[in-house]
């Protein structure tokens, strides 16, 4: 493809490889004249700028010359330091005369740009060649045989390379060996070639074919062969390129027969050794490779010859073609379309004219037709080989999991230039770890969760602490792991009990030896004092009048005290008075820990002394209201508090139990963006959530916001990092916030074939390639293709995932488009499969727990038909049926056509998309259109479950009796505990368990259970029998963390919630 | 550490020019100058060769999977002007889309973030680069820009999707107003980034020249939920850059010289989580660096044939000379 082109009748030369950007000179060329007959001489330097669009090269000075040229080369020896252009320009002028120019003075328009000129050549100088090891070293040929070899560092005296050949004839062609730098080959029109070497100056080889044909027109040596060379023949009889071996000089190795007409001259690429280009009278420009002479590439050019040909040294795409119609063209052999060229051409012939109407006829002209240039060549093919410079030898790609991948291509120096093959075509897949410190501490983490050993975890955390806040935070999640935690708190804030004891009691011995002994008689006054008043009160009962008495009086000890004679009522009004009276400094302090009022403390306390309001929570606070105050107090230190206070923040959440308030408040104040950072925090929030699990009754399997962004950010350095079943193990269990859901996806896939048994249906993904109607996680999908091939493509059956669907609405014209209406959009369900599968969202636990009346179960056991077991919904909610149902609107992007469509113009599957999404964050304003739309009408997948299952729900099979036991023990516990639990609350939940414990029961019947399950079950059973309620939990810790999630899932919660709450009641 | 955890024998008969790991980290594909097209499965050290597609006429330069949620699509582009994409249904493998557009060498071929739909960039030697946006049947609409560079484009990468204005995702629901992005690098040494305007047509929005010679690759970084943008170029001048952009809406860029190789460099690729960078040279060398906490590009690794230590630390490791 032409790239551009300069109408001038030029010897040209590319600037050095070195040079940026590229230049072209140019030298008006000696012996040819144009129409004018101007004799005048120029030479010029034009910029390549390849991101100009245009044919036009952009010139960038001109000097007049009085010289013309036979051959212009540009070196890159550096003869002034001054410019930013490197080399230097070599000029062989008509008279034996080589001329050096200084190419940056030229750029700059200076008048003194020749450098050094020498004539002492006889005739014109035809050859020049820089030596490429040594750039100051040019040799040049004239006639008489003559060579000079020139140092430019001292270009007065000339060397010669021996003495000259007889006879003597013109030399037309010299080059200087490419690897070995003492050899330097000329050639003349004879056909002769000679090779010297220049340590011992003299010629060593001559190469004829004594064909007497070979007009010798060009020399090249190959790039890459020391002992390879090709001449080319002007003569048109013999129009060859002979390619020689000088280790076989007897010969031509290999002559190039492909132009009809002498060839004038050549080029061979230093950056692919199999490219060889040559022009001829034949007018054809080709690029051959000379190591087997096939043809790779014809230039398309016009019908005239070409003297010239030059690969750009920069550029290695590119070349220039001087012709002998007076214009330099310059191609690139990479193929391409010239239409933009054209255009652009064309739009300038057009407007040229400056009026595009000129004839006033109110249109304008069309643009004008070139005919000559709409010829067959609009585009232009590239070679048939790729050259070597695109063809990329070396990779290496991350990919997930911390692997690089990597491929090298290393050759053995090719001699001959073709073999390459024994090379084996490797790729290596490597594990990249470049957090060691990180990775050994998320494994510490991981072994303290697993061998539950939180307290020596914690003590050595304390142990290594640098700072004290960071020693205080873990003795606060320390002590959440020991007996007596709230006291242990008051300690580590300073406040002992035993210590305030013993100094009350020292005060009190002090006392009591002041105290006047008691004993003896004392009279009973009746006087009209105000002690007489008060003795009249009381002897008549009415200790109201005489409190208010006391306090009139001031004796405020005496009033209390008979107020608490006076019973509950009096003894809280007077404490009221006296709150209101009494002014000291401990007054609110005493207020609140007398009315019980602890949220005064901790709303109105000075956050100076918020260790004394934390201390007064710790001490008084009921269990249920404890989390939420030191909840409070944080909140209020976090807010209202200086750096250092928000930082104290984390021990009041630490108090609570607070995780998500201590992640955000952590990372308010950590930076986390490095890995040690997090690793920091993620340590503390895992012990804190182990902690709370252990302490209180409550499920901690909901993660919040911030902590599911923090552990999915630290399962995705994990997973960086090559540790795929740590983060799977630090990922959230529970959520369905798309990025972990397809996190998580994309770890369980990363693992590779899961072990058999463990494995990972907690992924949406995995559960659509279950045989549709069977329960559970199956094994034996795990075959490769088949596993791949399935998921996310809408064969009907495979609907996407629903980690994936928060993506699906990306196409903007689409959402533009949708159905608003929800009467539409449940119209256009039905058409779908509906999936069983995302389960994982809906079917959670804590879900449950929030809307416990929505009572639900994974569909998996359930048809969403109607209901045939009273047990199984024993509301008769209709809300849960469309609970049920709502999981399965994730629909295929589309099922007629091959491809998911979340582009069709029409919107119709993307909306499909679209509809979970609004489920998943406003469930029940969803579900109310879905009732009225869809009553027992389900279909797809669904509707061959309700085919399938019905049956064996309607008549339940009895449990088995090894088994009943369970049921009995855990019904009997829940009866135990609903009798003594007094608030309703409590007892709702242990409604719900027992409710929820259906699942159990249906699994058990099914007989669907492993048996590490069962016989776990069995264990926990035994210890509520010896009412080791705390050996039970542990049993049921080491069920949920060896045990398959999705199996256990429906129950296990609930059953540590009895549990636990049995083990609170003392039942 | 960089350890090899399996070597895979490709038994191309031609010299290998990318190998690409799917999504997951489990499947391999490769392409070779032999014209073919391979996907193993490397699970687990293993290496069971999956599909070998054959189609292409020329050298296939590079390969690119799809996001899973389409399904099992590999992109390949080709010497012989064609690019391929590839589909697995059923356990096999074929062609499902062939375009023709292109009237060079087609270098480099790179999926669009998947919240976009499928789109592919392609970048070729004829200087254009086209985009293939599936639209549903089948059916594969091509947008094509002209002259993005002269002589060439080598590299096409897009930037990660991110809702301007907003780190978080949007509520559900709502329509994600993305801006498309991607980078390319060419022939003409530029390296320009182009940008979807609202009428649908691509746009150049900014040029970022440093390169003295041929762009070999850009990367753009994966997004870890910061303002901050980066791209990774390389070159034939044997310089890597890292470029940054603070703020997308001032739209400027500054290079960083990571290092100046002596050779060309022709790949550079970013880690997941963006904070290592995998440059391959010329020379067979592939490294890795990392950015220290003083902002400066660091070696943390030379890895020969798979193998090589990591410097514990960034402060340890060796600084770049100059």
């Not at chain 1, 690793?679 to 409550?698: C, G, H, N, P, Y």
């Not at chain 2, 004829?126 to 089948?138: F, H, N, P, R, V």
Request: proline content about 7%; charged content about 20%; some cysteine.
């Amino acid at each position: 493809m032409k790239l551009k082109e300069v109408d001038r009748t030029a010897m040209q030369a590319w600037s050095p490889a070195q040079n940026h950007p590229i230049y072209l000179a140019t030298g008006t060329s000696a012996q040819q004249l144009d129409a004018t007959f101007s004799t005048n001489a120029s030479l010029e330097i034009f910029e390549l700028d390849l991101s100009d669009p245009s044919l036009d090269m952009k010139s960038c000075a001109t000097f007049s010359s009085s010289h013309r040229y036979h051959k212009l080369i540009w070196g890159p020896y550096k003869m002034d330091s001054k410019g930013d252009v490197s080399g230097v320009l070599i000029a062989g002028g008509e008279n034996g005369n080589i001329i050096l120019y200084d190419p940056s003075k030229i750029i700059a328009g200076d008048k003194e740009v020749v450098i050094a000129q020498n004539d002492k050549h006889t005739g014109p100088v035809r050859a020049l060649d820089v030596n490429i090891f040594q750039t100051n070293l040019v040799a040049s040929g004239a006639n008489e045989s003559e060579i000079y070899i020139w140092d430019l560092n001292n270009f007065a005296t000339p060397m010669t390379p021996g003495a000259k050949t007889q006879p003597p004839e013109d030399i037309s062609c010299i080059a200087w060996n490419r690897q070995v730098q003492h050899i330097l080959a000329s050639a003349s029109p004879s056909g002769r070639a000679t090779v010297w070497d220049l340590r011992k100056n003299e010629p060593i080889i001559k190469v004829s074919d004594h064909s007497n044909r070979m007009h010798c027109s060009g020399l090249a040596w190959h790039p890459d062969v020391a002992t390879q060379m090709v001449l080319a023949s002007e003569d048109d009889r013999l129009p060859v390129i002979q390619m020689w071996d000088l280790r076989f000089a007897s010969s031509p190795l290999r002559v190039l027969e492909n132009h009809a007409r002498g060839i004038l001259a050549i080029a061979w690429s230093m950056a692919d050794p199999e490219l060889l280009l040559s022009c001829g009278k034949d007018a054809k420009i080709l690029c051959s490779n000379p190591n087997t002479g096939e043809v790779l590439y014809e230039l398309p050019t016009n019908t005239q010859w070409c003297f010239d040909i030059q690969w750009c040294p920069r550029n290695p795409a590119v070349l220039s073609a001087a012709s002998f119609d007076g214009r330099i063209s310059v191609y690139s052999i990479m193929g391409g379309s010239t239409d933009g060229l054209r255009q652009k051409q064309v739009d300038k012939l057009s407007s040229s004219f400056g009026n595009l109407d000129p004839f006033g006829t109110g249109q304008p002209l069309p643009p004008l037709q070139i005919p000559q240039q709409t010829a067959q060549h609009s585009i232009v093919l590239p070679l048939k080989k790729p050259p070597k410079w695109i063809r990329r030898p070396v990779g290496a790609s991350f990919s997930f999991g911390g692997k690089l991948v990597t491929f090298e291509n290393v050759r053995m120096p090719s001699h001959q230039g073709a073999e390459q093959q024994q090379q084996q075509h490797h790729v290596f897949i490597s594990q990249v770890v470049t957090e060691k410190e990180f990775l050994s501490r998320s494994d510490q983490l991981q072994q303290a969760v697993q061998s539950q050993g939180f307290i020596s975890y914690c003590q050595k955390k304390i142990d290594a602490s640098q700072t004290e806040f960071e020693k205080n935070v873990w003795s606060f999640l320390k002590v959440n792991f020991e007996d007596d935690s709230r006291g242990k708190y008051l300690e580590l804030l300073g406040y002992r009990k035993e210590d305030l004891g013993k100094k009350h009691i020292k005060e009190e011995k002090e006392e009591s030896e002041f105290l006047p002994s008691s004993g003896g008689t004392f009279n009973i006054s009746v006087s009209g004092d105000i002690d007489g008043l008060i003795t009249q009160a009381l002897l008549t009962g009415n200790f109201e009048s005489a409190v208010d008495l006391c306090l009139h009086d001031n004796r405020m000890a005496d009033a209390i005290i008979l107020a608490i004679a006076g019973g509950q009522e009096l003894l809280a009004r007077t404490q009221k008075k006296y709150f209101a009276k009494s002014q000291s400094k401990i007054t609110r302090l005493i207020t609140a820990v007398v009315m019980k009022n602890w949220k005064e403390i901790v709303e109105s306390c000075d956050l100076k002394n918020w260790r004394e309001a934390l201390a007064a929570v710790l001490t008084y606070a009921k269990p249920d209201e404890f989390s939420a105050l030191c909840d409070l107090l944080g909140t209020r230190l976090e807010n209202e508090g200086d750096s250092l206070l928000q930082t104290q923040a984390c021990l009041c959440y630490i108090c609570a139990g607070n995780v998500e308030k201590l992640v955000a408040c952590w990372t308010k104040a950590q930076d986390g963006s490095h890995p040690l950072s997090l690793q920091d925090l993620i340590e503390k929030v895992v012990i804190l959530r182990k902690a709370v699990q252990l302490t209180q009754a409550m499920d901690t399997s909901t993660v919040g916001v911030l902590l599911a962004a923090k552990m999915s950010q630290y399962a995705n350095l994990l997973a960086a990092q090559g540790s795929i079943a740590a983060a799977l193990a630090f990922l959230p269990d529970n959520t369905n916030q798309p990025n972990i859901m397809q996190l998580r996806d994309r770890l369980c896939r990363a693992q590779g074939e899961p072990v058999a048994g463990h494995e990972s249906p907690k992924i949406p993904y995995e559960e659509q390639q279950l045989p549709k109607g069977r329960p559970g996680p199956v094994a034996g999908h795990h075959q490769m293709p088949r596993v791949q091939t399935q998921q996310y493509y809408p064969h009907g059956e495979n609907p996407p995932p629903p980690g994936f669907i928060m993506h699906g609405n990306v196409n903007p014209n689409a959402a533009g488009q949708l159905p608003t209406s929800p009467g539409h959009m449940h119209t256009q369900v039905p058409p779908y499969p509906q999936p069983q599968r995302p389960q994982n969202g809906w079917n959670d636990p804590p879900a449950l727990n929030r809307v416990p009346k929505k009572k639900k179960m994974p569909e998996n056991f359930m048809p969403p038909v109607p209901i045939t077991s009273p047990i199984m919904n024993p509301l008769g909610d209709p809300q849960s049926q469309m609970l049920q149902q709502q999981p399965s609107a994730p629909v295929p992007l589309s099922s007629q056509s091959s491809f998911p469509q979340p582009h069709l113009p029409g919107g119709q599957h993307f909306h499909g998309i679209q509809q979970p999404l609004g489920q998943t964050g406003m469930p029940p304003s969803f579900s109310k259109p879905n009732i009225e739309g869809a009553p027992g009408a389900p279909i797809g997948n669904t509707f061959q479950h309700v085919q399938s299952l019905p049956t064996k729900k309607i008549t339940k099979k009895p449990i088995p009796d090894e088994h009943l036991i369970l049921k009995t023990t855990f019904e009997d516990l829940i009866q135990r505990c609903l009798s003594s639990a007094t608030d309703p609350q409590t007892k709702r939940k242990l409604d719900d368990a027992s409710k929820r414990l259906e699942f159990l029961y249906d699994k058990l019947r099914e007989q669907t259970l492993s048996p590490t399950i069962t016989s776990g079950l069995h264990n926990i059973a035994r210890s509520i029998e010896t009412r080791n309620y705390s050996e039970g939990l542990t049993m049921h810790t080491h069920i949920v963390s060896t045990s398959n999630f999705s199996e256990t899932s429906a129950f296990m919660p609930v059953l540590k919630v009895v549990l636990t709450q049995a083990n609170k009641l003392g039942v | 550490m960089v350890s090899v955890i399996n070597t895979v024998d490709t038994s191309h008969e031609d010299m290998i020019h990318d190998a690409q790991m799917d999504y997951y980290g489990t499947r391999l594909a490769t392409c070779s100058s032999d014209r073919s097209v391979k996907i193993f499965d490397v699970r687990n050290g293993g290496q069971i060769l999956i599909a070998d597609l054959r189609g292409h006429e020329g050298p296939v330069w590079q390969v690119a999977w799809a996001h899973p949620m389409y399904g099992n699509i590999l992109a390949s582009c080709s010497y012989d002007r064609k690019v391929i994409i590839w589909r697995e249904e059923n356990g096999t493998w074929e062609k499902s889309h062939e375009h023709a557009g292109h009237d060079s060498s087609v270098n480099s071929v790179c999926w669009a973030p998947q919240d976009y739909g499928l789109i592919l960039a392609c970048g070729s030697s004829d200087g254009a680069i086209s985009l293939l946006t599936y639209t549903g049947e089948g059916q594969w609409e091509v947008k094509k820009i002209n002259n993005a560079h002269t002589i060439g484009c080598n590299a096409v990468s897009w930037a990660p999707a991110v809702v301007p204005g907003s780190l978080i995702d949007q509520p559900s629901g709502q329509k994600p107003n993305y801006i498309k992005r991607f980078a390319s690098g060419g022939c003409d040494n530029l390296i320009k980034l182009w940008k979807e305007e609202e009428d649908g047509q691509w746009k150049e929005e900014q040029k970022l020249e440093a390169h003295s010679d041929w762009v070999r690759d850009v990367a753009w970084a994966p997004s870890i939920g910061l303002p901050t943008s980066t791209i990774a170029s390389c070159s034939q001048d044997g310089r890597v850059f890292i470029w940054t952009c603070d703020d997308v809406s001032s739209n400027t860029w500054s290079p960083k010289l990571l290092h100046k190789f002596n050779d060309v460099v022709w790949h550079v690729s970013w880690s997941i989580t963006a904070n290592i960078l995998a440059v391959s040279g010329g020379d067979n060398k592939v490294t890795l660096w990392k950015e220290s906490v003083d902002g400066q590009w660091v070696c943390i690794s030379d890895v020969n044939k798979g193998q090589g230590s990591v410097s514990a630390s960034v402060t340890e490791g060796q600084q770049n000379e100059q």
